[in-house]
């Protein structure tokens, strides 16, 4: 897997050019243990920061993300702060489907908000295709931030076809998702056609964000949580290779995460296939991460998995809940430290810095220091 083809990309690419091929990230998503453990946190931008609450005042949330200086800047606000392993693109998962003329806003305080929810066979027919045009401020948002990154990949993102659906069928955020799991069950001719339309304006984002330079992808599956094994691989997964498809041609590795994911977790990891469809898959704080790799085996590499609740105890308990992740992550075939899920925004950020230099103390992961 070391040596994944990268020839659809142009010879610029960081991954390509040799910029960020060796980087710990890209080398651990790849399958090797390099001498540092590579860190980064969801949601490392955003609301934890100081400095880019300062910047957003006054700017929508989705006026921001579709404006390249300040999405750019807000992408390197964590990487200068925290040194980090990697940066991830400051974006939404429901970006392309604005793009692609969803009424769509993020209210604060809230999420995303549908100016009408679409329920029927009906309002799936009128959804429009995305117009790759409508991505240039993304490709060109990407392309900055890259110049700017140097050895540091960027991640590029985007939302699994099941949780946007569990937006656009509700209308907002929800707690267990029923409309949506409703409609699955219903209407499925429904369902798929909504959840195909969604895995290509989503496939559609992620190829554009890689092919500007970001040199990983993740899908984000955050509600995937509230669906039954069966109902997953019948009804979701399929959607999900559908959507993370649209860079297999480009050798960029694919990261897959969802919360509350433990019944999945093995088919997140072969996309509802008989082989590893994904290069790593994140893990929730719910599991640790040697249990996690006894039901994906060692033919993938983990991310995760520090419960975000911890960030605010006392350092001392949450030093030895990170070595305790760093040490359990040790049965992996490789191990990128992240959050079980997002940052929270009342994070004081002085500790995520403190756990990266912490992080990069340790060591590759398995010398057993971490214990
Ligand atoms: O005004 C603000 O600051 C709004 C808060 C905010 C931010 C900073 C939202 C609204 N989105 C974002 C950025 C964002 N969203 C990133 C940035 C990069 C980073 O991680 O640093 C990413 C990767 C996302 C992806 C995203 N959006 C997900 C998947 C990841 C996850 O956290 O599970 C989901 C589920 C969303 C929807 C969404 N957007 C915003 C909110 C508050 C939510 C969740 C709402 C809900 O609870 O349903």
Redesign the pocket.
């Known amino acids: 897997m070391t040596d994944a083809p990268t020839s659809s990309l142009p010879a610029s690419h960081p991954l390509v050019s040799g910029r960020t091929s060796g980087s710990p990230l890209v080398r651990a998503l790849r399958g090797d243990r390099p001498e540092t453990l590579p860190v980064w946190f969801?949601?490392?931008?955003?609301?934890s920061l100081p400095e880019y609450r300062e910047l957003?005042v006054g700017t929508a949330?989705l006026d921001a993300c579709l404006d390249p200086a300040m999405a750019s800047e807000i992408t390197l606000q964590?990487v200068r702060r925290h040194g980090v392993d990697a940066g991830?693109?400051?974006?939404?998962?429901?970006v392309p489907i604005k793009l692609a003329g969803v009424d769509v806003e993020?209210v604060?305080g809230?999420?995303?908000v549908l100016g009408s929810p679409i329920r029927s066979a009906a309002d799936v027919d009128a959804l429009e295709q995305l117009d790759p045009a409508a991505l240039a401020p993304i490709s060109e948002a990407v392309a900055r931030t890259v110049e700017q990154l140097g050895d540091t990949p960027l991640i590029g993102?985007a939302?699994a076809p099941f949780?946007l659906a569990a937006y656009l069928v509700e209308g907002g955020?929800s707690k267990d998702h029923i409309r949506a799991r409703t409609l699955m069950h219903s209407d499925p001719e429904t369902w798929s056609r909504l959840l195909a339309w969604a895995a290509d304006v989503s496939g559609a984002f992620l190829r554009a964000q890689v092919l500007a330079g970001a040199s990983a992808a993740q899908l984000?599956d955050?509600w995937v949580g509230s669906l039954s094994r069966a109902d997953y691989v019948q009804s979701v997964a399929p959607h999900s290779a559908a959507a993370l498809a649209h860079v297999a041609d480009l050798g960029v590795p694919r990261i897959h995460f969802g919360?509350g994911s433990g019944e999945v977790l093995r088919d997140m990891t072969t996309l509802g296939t008989d082989s590893v469809g994904v290069d790593a898959v994140g893990v929730d704080w719910r599991l640790p991460l040697d249990e996690a790799v006894r039901r994906v085996g060692t033919g993938v590499t983990v991310q995760g998995n520090i419960d975000p609740a911890v960030l605010s105890a006392p350092w001392e308990v949450l030093e030895a809940h990170v070595r305790d992740v760093v040490r359990r992550g040790g049965a992996a075939r490789a191990h990128v430290v992240n959050l079980g899920?997002?940052v929270p925004p009342e994070t004081d950020p002085a500790v995520l810095t403190r756990i990266v230099a912490l992080v990069h103390e340790l060591g590759d992961g398995t010398d057993g220091a971490a214990a």
């Open positions: 969801m949601r490392q931008a955003g609301r957003r949330m964590p991830i693109f400051f974006s939404d998962i429901v993020i604060p809230r999420g995303p993102f939302g949780t955020p984000f955050s919360v899920h997002g």
